[in-house]
């Protein structure tokens, strides 16, 4: 019993962190109607923000404020050297996913030779990254629980302010309904699109800076990911922003809480395969949801 | 006054319009008419940095508003409303037009102000403002993407077919209220029409564009007695 | 001296046969039929997986030999009684290939199937992240199963080609994958001139004129996509089968991105162009690798993320300057028809 309660504490966490992620990718395709394949990289930058500051002495929770800038930026460069150029060529969907790829790639290389350096400058095996031994307790519960679920209820919050009661979210909100329109009344559209990627990739860097307190991670944990982060996305409806939360906490628990539960029933061997859950959710939610369980709540 | 001298625009190697010339004056309606394809609704683009321009030049009230991008020229007063995909179709119908009116600068008085006028103009918008814009009607879609043009009271209104596709009921109803636009609003009004019948009566001034080069400016009872040009490019006489 | 340029030469006219083999496959999923698969390393891998576990198998059902150790975990032991009766036995080899590199073709246009099947009647873009995101999974059932390919320690496999002596079993071998990636090669071209390669282009270009004309699009990106992942089925085989060994660190930058990069270069939609953009690259790219101890010490990292880099900003650059590629597309016009227009041009 203590045992099902740890696993559904695990579970939440690891449920918040992947809806930061999903957020970001909802919102991308909101705005730039792009799936952001780079979106793994940007929680990789935060990852190794926050190590870095563990290494140099400081608190790693630092790591959310200012993986939030640093993987903002790093999406920010994303946007302006090749996203906005081909925007601008008015080229296809097809070639700024094929874009968001060649950036992820790109920042696969920048991030390995990072690690290098990290690991010649301060003799550590950087390719391991975990950082949950240095974390806090509090009543009991790990500090990286309390830090995400707050974290990512904090954020929800200021995006729905941002979003519903400033003039920049009415702007934004504009240019994901019909972003020729917003150009036609005076908001600048390239600036608005900058900005939601800068939020898209602020909330990765969080999720990333928290990402060392929870598991084992490597330059390569983004490949890992990718899956699912979009399933969440998916999951929830990719045309929907507060979707991505709610798909986030179902393939969350999904993975956790349910394949523990049959690891009890089944067999201790299908936790080899927990791996596994996000592309089952992904094919059963393409097949059957395409639209997002948002989509189904709404009909009724 | 917006004065068009020796135009010439299109996209990329598509070169459009050959060098168009056109004035249009302060509380006129002045129509741009011309067969399918002969550059209208670039003549629009290029007006609103939509489209590029290679020659020539683009001046309101003696202010150039070529290499200026959409948005800062939307911000000095200009408003285009498109033939289609005009309106924020998840939003309430008052919060497109609140939406559009907070972007252009005015402050909270002149918004209530112009949305009474706009409603006073459009009654049927008024009883729709919580609709959702998507569930409107043809007709009223069209209303409330001339409405998000007016709110920010423009100095120039560019319509681009604002008839087309409408049941005729509404066609005649529009042009009514361009009409009353153009007596009620101190503005320049640019249309583009394929409802040359229509265009006739209302406008004060009119321009036909053949393949990119106008052929023709004068008034509309001008045009009528022109009857080659009347009937060969608009179906009409 | 020149033992090594052989050396090289072989090398890289193997890399060339397989990544063309890669590249037709991805041209006729992308170029013919629009499918923007970013997975192809799961249908790839899933080809070289596939050998690595049943190459010795059918060896000993085809030898008949008796062996006692686990071809899959005590490979080093199987391999000892299977590869001499191979290499006594052109026979069997050439046999044991032809079953082994059809098993790779249906396995991998079956996991082709799996992965599109999703997302086969949805838009472009979630086609693109199903495909991109199932094309990691090949690696993990890998190293999660063990009695698929000995988890991430890997499999030998026997040598199919070293009965035509030690020495020359490199050439075999890359002749061999030259003469298949010809084959699939032509084999493209003609589809691209068929009704069927038309209908698939059809699709690409206009999915709602197509539809609308009584084509059906899953139909077509299901054949597409069965026709393109046979092939990486059969380029993944055939590199288990060179390799001599496989483990299940196949990675989506070498396997999916880098023919990207190559057709990209090419020209998509082109077989030409494709084949002109992967001997380019491929060149290039064996050349740097092949001087690669010169940069070594000068760099302070790893050279390997060098690669990741510069490859990321050249297809950057393609993107934003040139993605039609070196040879564009050209329309195909069948000859009954080029006739017809040429006829009605001349009465104009």
Known sequence: MINMIETLISGITYSSLLSLMALGITLLYRTTKVPNFAHASFVVFGIYTSYTLALLGYNPYLGTLLGFIVSGIIALILFYALLEPLRRRKSSIFILMMATLTYDILMFGIINIYADYLQTTFKIPARNVYLAPQDFTLIGLKGVTIVSTSLLIVLLMLLYILLNRTIIGAALRAVMENPSLAQANGINVSLMLALSWFLAGGLAGVAGALLPMYMMTDPSTGMLLIAPMFCASILGGLEQIYGAPLGGFILGLATTVLVSWLSGVIGYWIMTYSLMVPYITLIITLIFIPRGVVSIILKR | MLVIEKLNSGYGKLHVLYDVSLTAKRKEITAVLGPNGAGKTTLLNSIFGLADIYSGSIELDDERLNKMPPHMISRRGVSYVFQLMNI?????????????????????????????????????????????????????????????????????????????????????????????????MDMIILLVEQNVHKALKIADKVYVLVSGRIIFEGTPSELVNKEDIAKMYLGVG | MFDVIILFITDLLAFFGIYLMLNTALNIERGYAGIPNFGLLFSYAGGAYITGHLTAKIAILLTGAKVEADPITQPVSALMVLNPILASNPLISIALLIIILLIGASFGALLGL???GPAIRLREDYLAITLLALGEV????????????????????????????????????????????????????????????????????????????????????????????????????????????ITPTLQRFDWTFLPWLMIFLGGIGNNLGVALGTFIFVLINRLIIFNKHLLAGVLPFDIVWFDYISLGLIMGLILIYRPQGILPEKPYIPKNIRRKIVVSRSQE
């Open chain 2, 88 to 184: 924020f179709p998840n939003l309430t119908v008052e919060e497109n037009l609140r939406l559009v009116a907070r972007f252009s600068g005015m402050n909270h008085k002149d918004i209530e102000n112009s949305l009474k006028e706009i409603y006073d103009l459009f009654p049927i918008l008024k009883e729709r403002r919580r609709q959702v814009a998507g569930t409107l009607s043809g007709g009223e879609r069209q209303m409330l993407a001339i409405s998000i043009g007016l709110i920010k009271r423009p100095r120039l209104l560019l319509l681009d077919e604002p008839t087309a596709g409408l049941a005729v009921r509404y066609v005649d109803m529009l042009i009514e209220k361009i009409l009353e636009m153009k007596k009620t």
């Open chain 3, 138 to 245: 090949m690696n993990y059932i890998a190293i999660a199963y063990k009695p698929f390919i000995n988890g991430s320690l890997g499999v030998q496999v026997p040598d199919v080609f070293s009965w035509i002596g030690s020495r020359y079993r490199f050439y075999l071998a890359t002749g061999i994958i030259l003469l298949i990636a010809f084959i699939l090669y032509i084999y493209a071209e003609f589809l691209g001139r068929t009704p069927l390669g038309r209908a698939m282009k059809a699709i690409r270009e206009n999915e709602i004129a197509a539809v609308s004309l009584g084509k059906s699009l899953t139909r077509y990106r299901a054949i597409a996509m069965i026709i393109g992942s046979a092939f990486t089925g059969v380029a993944g085989s055939l590199w288990t089968l060179y390799s001599g060994a």
């Open chain 3, 114 to 116: 799996i992965q599109l």
